[in-house]
């Protein structure tokens, strides 16, 4: 009989899931029940800002860990770490304590994307943009059911915080049947010069990076709160932001193919005007089927934007600088990430509600891309 064989990717893409199942979750729970811990909700702004702080720290130090570690194991640690994080979180209720905690979570998490990303990224210029592809859609598909659970999981008696734990701890598992990549890495004394990786980056590419971040971020930390602030029910915002990560996780089957005849640079303006119609029309609407709509597109316009940016920036990398390109996208999202909850925040005291942060953000993107796009190749030319 023949043996079953599984692709190499299989297992971190299974264990990539199962994470993002867990923080869908986690992430939009914490500002919903963050008061009955003692964290008031002008607190959640820089609770969402730690944890993204976290992340891009992380981001410039993920190749520590990997170099020495391997990214299997990096993976796995990460995810422990994540899970004790979340797991002290209700026996810990002061302010600070969660801030910190938060933060060590944004530690590891950069460093398990920064994992997964070079380990799916070691292939075939061509094979990228399928991994991409098939990484995107698990990281949005897991995170889109984490969302539905939003309102079927009592928020009582610590049970989101040891649900989410323990999930992290089965995706933990799952790698044990991983196999370790080969990760072709120069042993670069100074990966993160600016003068090195980031000045051969893509413009565009970074730009993508950090818009991306001041929309997500965002979003996953301050969206459910404002919902709540609409008198909307929790039942009903998880299936909100479930609409929000189907419209990303669908158009994550689009982007390779429509990457073929259209520049990646003039793709991220059309998303980014898509984005910005959507966030135009939440401030329009409160009917929950019309926001559902407005929610779906606007899924679909700010999870285009990483895989886009980072599929520019590796587009002509070589396969022993994938590692350093990933790190530094990473970290450009990540200084998005902790900009964009202080600015909606900002915003908020002068009375602009968040739609209003997404619409102008949107539409500064859009036009800088097309701006860029016109200046450069034709538009219709697949590659810049």
């Known amino acids: 009989m023949q043996r079953l064989t599984i692709p190499l990717i299989t ?29 008031e909700q002008d607190l959640i702004h820089w609770l969402t800002s730690a944890f993204y702080l976290g ?38 209720t002061h302010p600070m304590a969660w801030l910190v905690l938060r933060f060590l979570a ?20 061509q094979q990228r943009a399928k991994r991409l592809g098939f990484y995107m859609i698990t990281l949005y598909g897991g995170g889109m059911c984490g969302q539905l659970l939003i309102g079927q999981i ?29 990760l072709d890495v120069e042993l670069e004394s ?6 090195g990786t980031m000045g051969k980056l893509n ?30 029910d929790s039942e009903r915002i998880g ?32 998303f980014s005007l898509i984005g910005a119609m959507a966030g135009a029309s939440m401030v329009l609407s409160d009917s929950i089927i019309t926001l559902a709509l407005v929610f779906f597109w606007l899924g679909v316009a700010v999870f285009a934007l990483y895989p886009i940016a980072i599929n520019l920036a590796c587009q002509h990398a070589h396969s022993s600088h994938i590692v350093h390109v990933t790190q530094w996208m990473l970290l450009m999202y990540s200084v998005g990430s902790v900009m964009g909850p202080i600015l909606a925040g900002w915003l908020a005291q002068w009375h602009w509600s968040l739609e209003y942060y997404l619409l102008l953000t949107l539409l500064s993107t ?3 891309m097309l701006v860029v796009s016109l200046k450069t190749k034709p538009a219709y030319m697949a590659n810049e």
């Open 11 to 39: 297992w971190p893409l299974m264990a990539l899931g199962i994470y993002a199942f867990a923080a869908g979750y986690i992430m939009s729970v914490i500002p919903l029940i963050s008061e009955r811990y003692g964290i």
């Open 55 to 92: 992340l891009l720290l992380g981001s410039t130090k993920a190749e520590w860990m990997i170099k020495p570690c391997g990214n299997k194991h990096s993976f796995m640690i990460s995810l422990l770490i994540l899970a004790l994080s979340t797991l002290f979180m209700p026996f810990v």
């Open 106 to 125: 944004g530690i590891s998490v950069a460093v398990l994307f920064v994992a997964v990303e070079s380990w799916l990224m070691q292939s075939d210029p």
């Open 154 to 182: 009592p928020l009582h008696a610590h049970l989101p915080f040891y649900f989410s734990a323990l999930l992290m701890v089965l995706a933990t598992a799952v790698l044990l049947k991983a196999k370790e990549p080969r």
């Open 190 to 195: 100074n990966a993160l010069s600016v003068t």
């Open 203 to 232: 413009h565009s590419a970074v730009i993508g990076s950090v818009v991306s971040g001041l929309l997500l971020a965002t979003i996953y930390g301050l969206m459910p709160l404002e919902l709540s602030l609409r008198s909307i």
């Open 239 to 270: 299936a909100l932001m479930a609409c929000l990560m189907l419209g990303g996780f669908l158009v994550q089957l689009s982007i390779p193919w429509l990457s073929q005849f259209v520049s990646k640079t003039l793709l991220m303006a059309g």
């Open 366 to 368: 859009c036009l800088y």
